[in-house]
Protein backbone atom coordinates (compact mmCIF):
# COMPACT_ATOMS: atom_id res chain seq x y z
CA UNK A 1 0.00 0.00 0.00
CA UNK A 2 2.86 2.18 0.97
CA UNK A 3 4.68 1.32 -2.02
CA UNK A 4 2.12 2.33 -4.28
CA UNK A 5 1.42 5.95 -2.78
CA UNK A 6 4.60 6.53 -3.23
CA UNK A 7 5.37 6.04 -6.91
CA UNK A 8 2.18 7.74 -7.35
CA UNK A 9 3.65 10.69 -5.34
CA UNK A 10 6.67 9.98 -7.97
CA UNK A 11 4.39 10.31 -10.91
CA UNK A 12 2.78 13.39 -9.77
CA UNK A 13 6.26 15.04 -9.45
CA UNK A 14 7.90 13.89 -12.49
CA UNK A 15 4.77 15.90 -14.47
CA UNK A 16 5.40 18.61 -12.81
CA UNK A 17 8.72 19.23 -13.32
CA UNK A 18 7.74 18.96 -17.09
CA UNK A 19 5.51 21.59 -16.58
CA UNK A 20 7.97 23.79 -14.44
CA UNK A 21 11.43 23.01 -15.89
CA UNK A 22 12.33 26.81 -17.19
CA UNK A 23 12.76 26.22 -21.53
CA UNK A 24 15.87 26.45 -22.78
CA UNK A 25 17.51 25.66 -19.16
CA UNK A 26 18.89 22.49 -19.77
CA UNK A 27 20.95 24.52 -22.82
CA UNK A 28 22.21 27.16 -20.78
CA UNK A 29 23.47 24.53 -17.66
CA UNK A 30 25.24 21.01 -18.72
CA UNK A 31 24.61 19.82 -15.23
CA UNK A 32 21.05 19.17 -16.08
CA UNK A 33 20.79 16.91 -18.82
CA UNK A 34 17.63 16.12 -18.28
CA UNK A 35 16.38 19.55 -18.34
CA UNK A 36 17.89 19.71 -21.88
CA UNK A 37 15.99 16.80 -23.06
CA UNK A 38 13.00 18.21 -22.26
CA UNK A 39 13.55 21.78 -23.70
CA UNK A 40 14.26 20.02 -26.90
CA UNK A 41 11.07 18.43 -26.52
CA UNK A 42 9.01 21.27 -25.36
CA UNK A 43 10.76 24.33 -27.29
CA UNK A 44 9.44 27.73 -26.67
CA UNK A 45 7.70 28.44 -29.60
CA UNK A 46 6.18 24.72 -29.71
CA UNK A 47 4.60 25.29 -26.63
CA UNK A 48 0.74 25.07 -27.58
CA UNK A 49 -1.67 27.52 -25.74
CA UNK A 50 -2.75 24.88 -23.38
CA UNK A 51 0.53 24.04 -21.69
CA UNK A 52 1.11 27.35 -21.72
CA UNK A 53 -2.24 28.01 -19.29
CA UNK A 54 -2.18 25.03 -17.93
CA UNK A 55 1.48 26.35 -16.45
CA UNK A 56 0.50 29.71 -15.85
CA UNK A 57 -2.42 28.02 -13.67
CA UNK A 58 -0.20 25.51 -11.58
CA UNK A 59 2.64 28.88 -11.12
CA UNK A 60 -0.42 31.00 -9.96
CA UNK A 61 -2.03 28.15 -7.95
CA UNK A 62 1.50 28.24 -5.69
CA UNK A 63 2.70 31.84 -5.50
CA UNK A 64 2.45 33.02 -2.07
CA UNK A 65 0.68 36.44 -1.80
CA UNK A 66 -1.35 38.96 0.14
CA UNK A 67 -3.36 36.42 2.03
CA UNK A 68 -0.09 34.27 3.04
CA UNK A 69 1.45 37.53 3.92
CA UNK A 70 -0.95 37.92 6.81
CA UNK A 71 -1.02 34.47 8.11
CA UNK A 72 2.86 35.84 8.27
CA UNK A 73 2.55 38.57 10.52
CA UNK A 74 1.14 36.74 13.02
CA UNK A 75 4.64 34.51 13.12
CA UNK A 76 6.15 34.49 16.40
CA UNK A 77 5.98 33.24 20.50
CA UNK A 78 3.42 33.99 22.52
CA UNK A 79 1.55 33.47 26.27
CA UNK A 80 -1.51 31.75 26.20
CA UNK A 81 -4.42 31.87 28.88
CA UNK A 82 -7.22 29.67 28.05
CA UNK A 83 -10.40 29.15 29.85
CA UNK A 84 -12.85 26.43 28.65
CA UNK A 85 -16.79 25.51 29.32
CA UNK A 86 -16.90 21.65 29.79
CA UNK A 87 -21.13 22.20 30.66
CA UNK A 88 -23.45 24.93 29.89
CA UNK A 89 -23.65 27.25 33.02
CA UNK A 90 -20.40 25.09 34.85
CA UNK A 91 -18.05 27.34 36.33
CA UNK A 92 -14.75 27.90 33.70
CA UNK A 93 -11.25 26.02 34.34
CA UNK A 94 -8.52 28.32 33.25
CA UNK A 95 -4.80 27.11 32.24
CA UNK A 96 -2.14 28.65 30.98
CA UNK A 97 0.30 27.78 27.28
CA UNK A 98 2.61 28.76 25.28
CA UNK A 99 2.55 28.72 21.26
CA UNK A 100 4.81 28.91 18.65
CA UNK A 101 4.13 29.84 15.35
CA UNK A 102 6.40 29.80 12.06
CA UNK A 103 5.88 30.39 8.86
CA UNK A 104 6.84 26.89 6.34
CA UNK A 105 6.93 25.58 2.97
CA UNK A 106 8.53 28.85 1.51
CA UNK A 107 5.82 31.38 3.85
CA UNK A 108 3.16 29.11 2.21
CA UNK A 109 1.58 27.77 5.62
CA UNK A 110 1.67 28.95 9.38
CA UNK A 111 2.29 26.23 11.41
CA UNK A 112 1.85 26.40 15.14
CA UNK A 113 2.61 24.60 17.99
CA UNK A 114 0.76 24.59 20.97
CA UNK A 115 1.66 23.39 24.34
CA UNK A 116 0.12 23.25 27.70
CA UNK A 117 -2.74 21.05 30.22
CA UNK A 118 -5.58 19.24 29.83
CA UNK A 119 -7.84 18.47 32.72
CA UNK A 120 -4.83 17.98 34.66
CA UNK A 121 -2.60 16.36 32.05
CA UNK A 122 0.18 17.66 29.63
CA UNK A 123 -1.38 18.98 25.89
CA UNK A 124 0.15 19.15 23.10
CA UNK A 125 -1.35 20.49 19.67
CA UNK A 126 -0.17 20.88 16.01
CA UNK A 127 -2.35 23.11 13.82
CA UNK A 128 -2.09 24.43 10.10
CA UNK A 129 -3.16 27.22 7.92
CA UNK A 130 -2.73 28.25 4.61
CA UNK A 131 -4.44 29.99 1.81
CA UNK A 132 -6.04 28.24 -0.80
CA UNK A 133 -5.03 30.54 -4.49
CA UNK A 134 -7.94 28.29 -6.41
CA UNK A 135 -10.45 27.82 -3.74
CA UNK A 136 -10.04 31.42 -2.64
CA UNK A 137 -10.31 30.39 0.85
CA UNK A 138 -8.49 29.88 3.99
CA UNK A 139 -8.02 26.22 5.59
CA UNK A 140 -6.44 25.23 8.66
CA UNK A 141 -5.94 21.65 9.99
CA UNK A 142 -5.65 20.62 13.98
CA UNK A 143 -4.56 17.75 15.72
CA UNK A 144 -3.56 16.47 19.27
CA UNK A 145 -2.35 14.88 21.64
CA UNK A 146 -5.65 13.68 23.32
CA UNK A 147 -7.04 13.16 19.35
CA UNK A 148 -5.58 10.82 16.93
CA UNK A 149 -7.99 12.34 14.15
CA UNK A 150 -7.39 15.28 12.06
CA UNK A 151 -9.81 18.59 12.22
CA UNK A 152 -10.52 20.55 9.13
CA UNK A 153 -11.66 24.07 8.59
CA UNK A 154 -12.02 26.98 6.17
CA UNK A 155 -12.69 30.30 6.57
CA UNK A 156 -12.02 33.94 6.10
CA UNK A 157 -9.35 36.19 7.62
CA UNK A 158 -9.37 39.97 7.33
CA UNK A 159 -6.71 42.84 7.52
CA UNK A 160 -7.70 43.48 10.78
CA UNK A 161 -6.75 40.65 12.13
CA UNK A 162 -10.80 38.82 12.71
CA UNK A 163 -11.69 35.36 11.00
CA UNK A 164 -14.79 33.04 10.87
CA UNK A 165 -13.61 29.27 10.13
CA UNK A 166 -16.14 26.74 10.36
CA UNK A 167 -15.92 22.83 10.19
CA UNK A 168 -16.25 19.56 12.35
CA UNK A 169 -14.40 17.67 14.76
CA UNK A 170 -14.75 13.99 15.79
CA UNK A 171 -16.79 13.09 19.07
CA UNK A 172 -15.86 9.95 20.89
CA UNK A 173 -18.50 9.82 23.15
CA UNK A 174 -20.79 9.44 20.22
CA UNK A 175 -18.73 7.88 17.18
CA UNK A 176 -19.73 10.83 14.88
CA UNK A 177 -18.80 14.64 14.54
CA UNK A 178 -20.14 18.12 15.79
CA UNK A 179 -19.83 21.13 14.20
CA UNK A 180 -17.56 24.04 15.27
CA UNK A 181 -16.98 27.34 14.63
CA UNK A 182 -14.34 29.42 15.69
CA UNK A 183 -14.41 33.26 16.12
CA UNK A 184 -11.01 35.30 15.81
CA UNK A 185 -10.49 39.21 16.81
CA UNK A 186 -8.02 41.74 17.88
CA UNK A 187 -8.12 42.85 21.50
CA UNK A 188 -5.42 45.32 21.28
CA UNK A 189 -2.48 43.63 21.21
CA UNK A 190 -4.02 40.59 21.99
CA UNK A 191 -5.66 38.12 19.82
CA UNK A 192 -8.60 36.68 21.13
CA UNK A 193 -10.21 33.35 19.66
CA UNK A 194 -13.42 31.91 20.55
CA UNK A 195 -14.82 28.60 20.20
CA UNK A 196 -18.32 27.59 20.08
CA UNK A 197 -20.24 24.25 19.04
CA UNK A 198 -23.72 22.60 19.27
CA UNK A 199 -24.89 22.36 23.08
CA UNK A 200 -27.25 19.80 24.77
CA UNK A 201 -30.16 20.57 23.23
CA UNK A 202 -28.82 21.81 19.61
CA UNK A 203 -28.26 25.53 20.52
CA UNK A 204 -24.74 26.82 19.81
CA UNK A 205 -22.71 27.33 23.38
CA UNK A 206 -19.10 29.09 23.57
CA UNK A 207 -16.98 26.37 25.36
CA UNK A 208 -13.51 27.81 24.91
CA UNK A 209 -11.58 31.11 24.39
CA UNK A 210 -7.74 31.33 24.01
CA UNK A 211 -6.17 34.95 24.67
CA UNK A 212 -2.15 35.07 22.59
CA UNK A 213 0.10 37.37 24.23
CA UNK A 214 2.83 38.57 22.38
CA UNK A 215 6.55 37.00 24.15
CA UNK A 216 8.88 37.31 20.89
Same mark, same amino acid.
Given at each position: ???? &? ?8 ? $??? &? ?5 ? @? ?5 ? #? ?8 ? #? ?17 ? @?? =? ?8 ? !? =? ?28 ? =? ?9 ? $? ?24 ? +??? !???? +? $???? /? #?? =? ?13 ? !?????? +?? @??? &? ?19 ? +????? /? ?8
Amino acid at each position: MRSS &IVLRWAAVCA $ALV &IVFVPVG @AGAQDEE #HPQGEAMAEE #HPHGEMSAEEMAMMKAYEA @AG =TAGAEHALLA !D =TAGSYKLTITMWHAPGAPPETTEGTAERTM =TLGGRVLEEKV $ASSMMGAPFEGLGRTGYDNVRKTYWS +TWT !DSMS +T $ALSV /M #HG =TIAEDGSSTFEGEFV !DPPTGG +TK @AVR &IEGRMDGDKEVLEFYEPGPDG +TEVKV /MEIVYERAG
